[in-house]
Each structure stands twice: as C-alpha cells, then as structure tokens.
C-alpha cells in the first residue's frame, strides 16, 4: 500500500495540467524523505513561500542521477511562479541540456526559464502584459500559429497531457495568467492570437480566472456537487479546488455535511470528488466528516473515504 500510495504521488505530479512532463514514462516509488520534501514544494508553489527557494534550488544543484522527476519537476514550477531570478542559471544549464532525446522534465526547463525572462521586472516596474508574452515566445522560439496547430490537434480533451513542447507552453501561459488573476495577459494573448479557448481544461481556468479565491472555491464546489461520475473534467476541478488549500477543503466538507445531513440519495461522483479535495489538502480538520464517509453503504464511497483518511494521516498534500 505504501509503494502504491507514492506512486499514485509521483504520477499526480506529472500529470498535473499546471506543467505536463509527460505520462508515459514509468517512474520509480518516491522514498519517505522525498515524499515530505515533495509536499514542500508542492505547498510552496500553490502558497507563494520563497522560504523554501533555497530548498528547491539545492535540490536542482544535485546531480542528476540523485534526483527525481517528480521532484525535480515540481522544484522547477515553483521556483518559476515564484520569480525567484537566483535559479535562473541552474535552470539555463538545465535547458541547456535538452534536447529532442532527453527526458521530458529536462526540456520543462526550457519553460520555466522562459517563465522566469518573461517575468523579470527592471527596477522597481514589472513589464507590461505585451513585454511578458514577446519574451516569453522568443525565449521559446515559438510562434501563435505553432502553438494553435498543437492545441487544435489536443481534440478538446480536459488535462491533455502530450508531452508536446507547444502544449506545455500554453500551459505554463494560462498558469501566468490563473496565478496572478492577469486578465491583461489574457488579452495580451489574445491579442497575439494564441487560442487557448482550443483547449478545454484552459477553458474553465480562465473562466474563473478574475475571481477572488472565495468565489474560485464557491464555483469550484458547485460544480462538483453536480458530478455523476469523476471523469478527466472532474479531477481537473479537484486539483484547482485543491489548489486554494484549507478554504477549500472546509468548503468541501461543508458541502458533504449539507449532502449527508439532507437524507436524499447522492451521486458518487460529487461525494468522491468532494472527499478527494479534502485528501489532497490533507487537512486533518475535516477528518469527522471524512470518517463518516468511511462506514458509507456505498462500498466505493467508503474505500475513497479511508484512502482520504490514509492521506490525511501521513499529512502529506499533493495533486491528482
């Protein structure tokens, strides 16, 4: 169960739409040391901590054999959303190195330094919307209509994750833009005619892109009570909502109690979904509700509810 449990980890990471490295790669069980050093990094880059720069950037100093992708990938995100310029030279050798032969966490260097050029302020003034997007294109040579060709051909799928460099791109594009709430970006994009409406998970995140965490974990919430089933759509709202933390785990178990309490008959998929919320936050607040789940008649209900509980346990968060 324990190897399970960190591969189920590993491979949240990767597939998780806010930077895809690729899912066809088999990847090793992370260790326990790992395992806590991961949910660092993954708290820091849906936080906004510089306090663990350091961290992450020592762990990028390390040889490459000593790292793992999982970690080495998400160290990357956040040290790219976080603007921290000082893991700009180890990024650049790590870009350096890529090429069409190497891994996919490799050539994601690529973006997170484009990221972070884009990013840089001069002086005390941050650039402007137009001055981000033309540094971030020509530090990835690419071009709207590349990127468009890449995104039409992802055939509307949510979490879509070819490991193709144009598609990783626009990722990281519509992560500039949901993480700021830089609807001026989107414009900017826009502008540029760059199609990220062709894609439909960018779809739901720059819908709510604008709103206030409270209103992102209203919205979030509601539809996710709406689930039959957890389909691909469905596990994209789980890790968005998962991504506002504890205001959005509390807000899950509210709305479980509401279902619990109202007597009526309730779908497995808004159930599984809410409870998956609460499991990737790991809070450990909101184990009651949980627990109740875990007795559930519903034989798959109560195995998500004390998978939920396992989680909540070892007080480990991350991504599906």
């Not at 306090?51 to 992450?56: E, F, G, K, L, Y």
């Not at 409270?214 to 509601?222: G, N, P």
């Not at 996710?224 to 807000?251: F, M, P």
């Amino acid at each position: 169960m324990k190897m399970m449990l960190c591969f189920c980890l590993v491979m949240a990471v990767v597939l998780h739409g806010c930077g895809t490295v690729g899912a066809n790669v088999p990847l090793p069980p992370l260790s326990q040391q790992e395992e806590v050093l991961l949910a660092k990094m993954w708290r820091a880059r849906i936080s906004g901590d510089h306090a663990q720069t350091s961290v992450m950037l020592n762990y990028l100093k390390k040889p490459v054999t000593q790292q793992h992708p999982a970690l080495t990938h998400t160290a990357m995100q956040a040290l790219a959303r976080l603007g921290a310029m000082e893991a700009l030279t180890t990024i650049e050798e790590m870009a350096q190195r890529s090429s069409p032969g190497s891994s996919p966490v490799q050539r994601y260097a690529q973006v997170a330094r484009a990221r972070l050029l884009a990013e840089e302020s001069i002086g005390e003034n941050p650039p402007s919307a137009a001055v981000k997007m033309r540094r971030y294109l020509s530090a990835l040579k690419l071009t709207p209509n590349q990127i468009n060709a890449a995104l039409s051909n992802s055939n509307q799928r949510f979490g879509d994750q070819q490991n193709v460099p144009e598609i990783v791109a626009s990722r990281e594009i519509v992560d500039m833009i949901y993480h700021k709430r830089d609807m001026t970006l989107a414009k900017q994009a826009q502008a540029l005619g760059i199609r990220l409406d062709l894609n439909a998970s960018f779809v739901v995140e720059l819908q709510i892109a604008p709103l206030s965490r409270q209103e992102r974990v209203e919205w979030l919430i509601k539809e996710l009570k709406k689930a039959d089933v957890l389909s691909s759509r469905e596990y994209h709202l789980i890790q968005l909502t998962a991504a506002e933390g504890k205001t959005a785990s509390h807000a899950a178990a509210v709305a479980l109690e509401q279902m619990r309490s109202s007597g009526q008959i309730y779908n497995y998929g808004a159930v599984a979904g809410l409870l998956k919320v609460i499991g990737l936050v790991a809070d450990k607040g909101e184990s009651p509700i949980v627990l109740t789940f875990s007795t559930d008649s519903n034989p798959a209900l109560s195995r998500v509810a004390q998978q939920v509980l396992r989680r909540i346990e070892r007080g480990v968060p991350a991504d599906y």
